[in-house]
């Protein structure tokens, strides 16, 4: 089954970093928008950031911008995302998703596919 395969997510203190990681094994990253989303509990799916194929440019949501940072490597077929600063909001379930286009920041989950099991991230004391 072609999906992609999130890591990295943990519980931390508000403050704190993590860093997320996706892959796939049956699936190319090359030459597709790469997103992350994230889906807290009674809260819909939002997005959190997109990266272009080339890796530029790149996309984030308000609410974490200045604090994360998405990079991929082609090579490896891996995107990752940084979390610094990382606030009791920013609680949720983080996943990966490759999609046709960042459509200048106004990607959408409906767009995106070859979603996997998602990696939980709590933050807090």
């Known amino acids: 089954q072609e999906q992609v395969v999130e890591s990295g997510g943990g519980k931390v203190q508000p403050g704190g970093s993590l860093r997320l990681s996706c892959t796939a094994s049956r699936l190319t990253f090359a030459n597709y928008a790469m997103a992350w989303f994230r889906q807290a509990p009674g809260k819909e799916r939002e997005g959190v950031s997109c990266i272009t194929w080339s890796g530029s440019p790149t996309y984030y949501a308000d609410s974490v911008k200045g604090r994360f940072t998405i990079s991929r490597d082609n090579a490896k077929n891996t995107v990752d995302l940084q979390m610094n600063s990382l606030k009791p909001e920013d609680t949720a379930v983080y996943y990966c998703?490759?999609?046709?286009?960042?459509?200048?920041?106004?990607?959408?989950?409906?767009?995106?596919?070859?979603w996997g099991q998602g990696t939980q991230v709590t933050v807090s004391s």
């Open positions: 998703a490759r999609g046709p286009a960042c459509s200048g920041g106004g990607y959408s989950a409906t767009t995106f596919g070859f």
